[in-house]
């Protein structure tokens, strides 16, 4: 049995998991009304127990996301870039990024290089630019579809380009304008991006800035990418969307802190919540 952790500091994952259907707060997994992710978070703030968003969105969408829910600071681009103060603070993460390109941002060396034009030409119809999201990211190429992440970093290091790696950040809900993925098969959001650049990663380090033990902090996801937040903190939630994804128990029980909700998505998110406060 896990030992329960009481969090000084909240990091949590945006889509799918603090948020449910359509980006809404106030919606289950369903489509239901809920208040239950808004009571919970009004726990936390009254608790005085800091939150911190932690996303593959941009950083203008997650200081955005910040000042509505009163998080402390917010994790942009999966890791590359922890911001506070507002958003007025910023510390950018490269990760493996070679040293012959320090200075410049993941994404002006992917553009330099060509990169995402050729492995989308490898990949006819199967893998796009997630358009229009993708314009303002700089530590990362955002990208949609489905394709096998394993294999495209295979492809990537036969290109000596093993610096990059292709992470899955979840499925898209079903759209008519997206036809990019097997029948049956939603399509998937990919991040393009050095090796080394987790969210875990850049959660560790802002733990570092503010002098919080890890042991002190809880983190709360719904994908294969939070999973990279376990090391960082005392203890990991999945919400149970994300657990019931094909391929997900597996790489659960190799986390040893982590645990799971009973609900999807921001009604286990304030599970996740309550049991850390």
Request: proline residues 6%; charged residues 20%.
């Amino acid at each position: 049995m896990l030992t329960p952790v009481a969090a000084r500091i909240v990091y949590t994952d945006l889509d799918g998991t603090m948020v449910g259907p359509r980006g809404s707060f106030w919606h289950t997994a369903d489509g239901s009304p809920t208040a239950e992710p808004a009571a919970a978070l009004l726990e936390l703030h009254t608790a005085g127990v800091a939150l911190v968003i932690v996303s593959g969105r941009t950083v203008d969408q997650v200081t955005e996301a910040g000042r509505i829910f009163a998080a402390d600071g917010a994790i942009a681009e999966l890791g590359s870039l922890v911001t506070w103060k507002g958003g007025r603070a910023r510390h950018g993460l490269t990760g493996d990024l070679p040293g012959e390109y320090a200075g410049r941002t993941p994404m002006d060396v992917m553009a330099e290089l060509g990169v995402v034009e050729a492995l989308t030409a490898a990949h006819p119809g199967r893998l796009e630019w997630h358009a229009p999201w993708h314009t303002t990211h700089s530590g990362d190429a955002l990208l949609r579809g489905f394709v096998d992440p394993l294999a495209v970093d295979a492809w990537l290091a036969e290109r000596d380009l093993g610096w990059l790696t292709l992470k899955d950040n979840g499925a898209i809900p079903a759209s008519a304008r997206l036809d990019l993925a097997p029948e049956g098969q939603l399509a998937r959001v990919y991040h393009l991006m050095p090796r080394g650049i987790t969210k875990g990663a850049a959660i560790a380090w802002d733990l570092e800035r503010r002098g919080v033990d890890p042991a002190d902090a809880v983190a709360i996801g719904d994908s294969a990418s939070d999973l990279e937040m376990a090391p960082a903190v005392g203890r990991l939630w999945i919400t149970a969307n994300g657990a019931g994804v094909d391929g997900m128990a597996g790489l659960l029980a190799a986390v040893p802190n982590v645990s799971v909700t009973d609900e999807p998505m921001g009604v286990g998110w304030a599970q996740a919540v309550r049991a850390s406060l």
